[in-house]
């Protein structure tokens, strides 16, 4: 099992920036892909970035890259997703999540989820 813990989430102005942790614990040895997903009230979770572990290769969504970056501390055992020129549509509840599955790469089902940070952009 992997246990995963989010923070940073808050209140910032359109084109303000924030930073998210994602602290992961437990069978984190096993683990071959890190990933943000994020969900606006009335819609569906959709995904935001990846990491692959091994390599520490990204990979976004159309409508972030450029804007968001995810990366990783190996020894704090953490994944972060700095967000840039937040716009309004940003606004959602953002999930880490972890796989060990290749399948997982980059944006197939998950394995591990935390509970959800919000973040809120104001116009």
Do not use: H
């Not at 943000?36 to 990979?59: C, H, M, N, T």
């Not at 990783?72 to 606004?91: F, G, H, I």
Request: proline letters at 3%; charged letters at 20%; hydrophobic letters at 35%.
């Amino acid at each position: 099992q992997v246990q995963l813990v989010e923070s940073g989430g808050g209140l910032v102005q359109a084109g303000g920036s924030l930073r998210l942790s994602c602290a992961a614990s437990g069978r984190t040895f096993s683990t071959y892909v890190m990933g943000w997903f994020r969900q606006a009230p009335g819609k569906e979770r959709e995904f935001v970035a990846a990491l692959r572990w091994s390599d520490s290769i990204p990979y976004y969504a159309n409508s972030v890259r450029g804007r968001f970056t995810i990366c990783r501390d190996s020894a704090k055992n953490t994944v972060y997703l700095q967000m840039r020129s937040l716009k309004p549509e940003d606004t959602a509840v953002y999930f880490c999540a972890a796989s060990s599955r290749t399948s997982s790469w980059p944006r197939g089902q998950y394995d591990y989820w935390g509970q959800g940070t919000q973040v809120t952009v104001s116009s």
